[in-house]
């Protein structure tokens, strides 16, 4: 297995494999929010910076592209976003604004990317001065690609069936949001490696200061994530500037352990420098150099590098010490003191709940998308030759456990298995042991496995519960086949169908995720109760249509790992 992560800026990226594949595309159409043939109509909200007008119709209002920053292009670029000027008049919240500079040619229903790019979106019950739980959402696509407004995270279901209200941003990725400047150019510009989680702090603080006016309780909010969101999240629930906006979190397969040494980042910087042609004192060029070129250079770095998220992380997460020539965040000692989780989980969140998960087949996502369709002929020798190549001395002890944890599983299902748990599930379970330790606020933890029965292109082999997968289930985006807007659905296969299960399974997920939002606790209606991990029962809740509760699931795989840690 290739040791670089899908989200490296080359020719494939996670946003158009979602979007575009014509193998298994998210069963999502637009708009979800306003649903067929509903009656809508403008709603007006006065926000501290000027009125908004938005829509609203079918138990729902909907904002988008509200501005939550100043401009961050021109003298701005590279710098910590600068306050959001009023304006005069009603400003219309009825598009998406423009998602962070990013590879690709844009995605439906969205303006091209661009360098400003900070804007949210609101979904909402009502305008009507309730104090609902806020949902606060970063999107994946790594800490180079994505948007707040992709269809397969509409937040309008999720809204109007649980009472909450949904926000999500966009903010700077690549490297307009994490190439740090700060030994080049002191402290004007000592923020510069952190400036895309920066973004989403000040999302938080615009959430703070206007969403009552959207039907939203400032004093009750919960960030979460999915893979690079995740690792966003893990970022903001250890960052001491973040902590007066939310309350709770979940960090959904994507275990942000570590981070980027500030050694690495400045190499990181020299190696961007030397693609232009610049010397480090011509640093301040990089001001004047077209926003696209800059890109470019991203992208080549990015084809050849392994990039801020690895595969093989294990309890270094997904983001532990990236190789040189990607962005990511910056452990700065300023924005980001320490490693989100490490030593230990972050002590200015220990009184703040948490949820930490991945789903079961993580990897047939990315070996998917890779084409790695050997991967799914595999047989006891090949795979025991694989794994001598990633593991070396410790490939034996690893395949020997998972034989005995899974006897019936074929030679390809126990590489998935492997692969899933060095890429997530090791390092979402140091998460929540770590988190444990401190023996404040609970913290939840979960594993996603409800199948895909569709095929992995090129092989006979179903795509299961594979990375993200769970995103539609948590915004309730699955919906009967009846109800959706049949000109706006894909022709193309769906990893979310229309069946009653999964229908069920979403509904499960998303009061799950709502109610943990409301109360500090994840539960379900019918579903059984969820009990807070610890180490002497470490319960997991399998979701599923029929959920479950197992204590310490596949407990030989992770003695296993813990065994190979200490050596």
Not at 181 to 193: A, H, K, N, V
Not at 534 to 557: G, H, N, Q, Y
Request: a neutral charge; one cysteine or more.
């Amino acid at each position: 297995m290739s040791d670089h992560h899908v989200f490296n800026s080359g020719n494939v990226t996670r946003r158009n494999f979602l979007i575009g594949s014509s193998a298994f595309t998210l069963g999502v159409f637009e708009p979800l929010s306003m649903g067929q043939g509903s009656s809508t109509s403008f709603i007006e909200v006065e926000t501290s910076y000027g009125k908004l007008r938005g829509v609203q119709g079918n138990g729902l209002a909907t904002f988008k592209g509200i501005p939550y920053a100043g401009s961050v292009a021109g003298k701005n670029r590279f710098k910590a976003a600068p306050p959001l000027a009023p304006w005069q008049g009603v400003r219309d919240a009825l598009e998406f604004g423009a998602p962070s500079l990013q590879p690709g040619n844009g995605r439906p229903g969205e303006p091209p990317s661009a360098e400003d790019c900070l804007f949210l979106n609101v979904w909402t019950p009502a305008v009507d001065g309730k104090k609902r739980p806020v949902m606060f959402y970063s999107h994946g696509g790594g800490f180079t690609v994505g948007s707040g407004g992709a269809r397969y995270q509409d937040g309008g279901n999720l809204a109007r069936t649980w009472d909450v209200v949904v926000v999500e941003t966009n903010h700077r990725l690549g490297l307009m949001g994490f190439l740090y400047l700060g030994d080049l150019g002191g402290e004007e510009y000592d923020t510069s490696g952190n400036q895309g989680i920066l973004d989403i702090r000040d999302g938080l603080k615009w959430v703070h200061n206007n969403i009552s006016r959207f039907g939203g309780d400032p004093n009750n909010v919960m960030i979460f994530g999915e893979s690079g969101g995740g690792g966003k999240t893990s970022c903001l629930y250890a960052m001491p500037s973040a902590a007066p906006y939310f309350n709770k979190a979940s960090i959904e397969s994507g275990p942000g352990i570590r981070i980027y040494p500030k050694e690495s980042a400045i190499e990181t910087t020299s190696m961007v420098l030397k693609q232009l042609g610049l010397e480090r004192s011509q640093w301040r060029q990089l001001l004047e150099v077209p926003a696209d070129k800059l890109l470019n250079v991203q992208v080549e770095l990015g084809k050849s590098r392994s990039g801020p998220l690895t595969q093989i992380g294990g309890r270094k997460g997904m983001t532990g010490n990236p190789a040189p020539g990607g962005f990511g965040p910056v452990l700065d000692g300023k924005i980001l003191p320490n490693h989100p989780f490490d030593p230990g989980a972050p002590a200015i969140s220990r009184q703040k709940p948490l949820i930490v998960g991945y789903n079961r087949d993580e990897m047939n996502f990315f070996f998917a998308q890779n084409h790695a369709t050997d991967i799914y002929s595999l047989t006891d020798d090949t795979l025991k030759e694989r794994l001598e190549k990633e593991l070396g001395a410790d490939a034996a002890a690893v395949l020997e456990a998972y034989r005995k944890s899974r006897p019936e599983a074929s030679p390809t299902d126990l590489y998935v298995a492997i692969a899933t748990a060095r890429f997530a599930g090791i390092g979402e379970t140091t998460m929540a042991e770590r988190k444990f330790a401190q023996h404040g606020a609970p913290v939840y933890v979960y594993i996603f496995t409800h199948e895909s029965d569709r095929l992995i292109p090129g092989t006979q082999h179903k795509m299961g519960a594979a990375h993200a997968a769970e995103i539609v289930y948590k915004f309730n985006n699955v919906q009967p086949a009846s109800e959706a807007p049949s000109e706006q659905m894909r022709a193309t296969g769906t990893m979310a169908d229309s069946r009653p299960a999964s229908i069920q399974a979403a509904r499960n997920m998303s009061e799950f995720w709502s109610t943990f939002a409301r109360t500090g606790r994840p539960a379900a209606k019918g579903r059984p109760e969820w009990p807070a991990y610890s180490t002497t029962r470490r319960a997991t809740m399998l979701i599923d249509t029929e959920c479950k509760v197992v204590d310490d699931p596949f407990s030989l795989e992770r003695q296993v790992w813990e065994r190979i840690e200490k050596s």
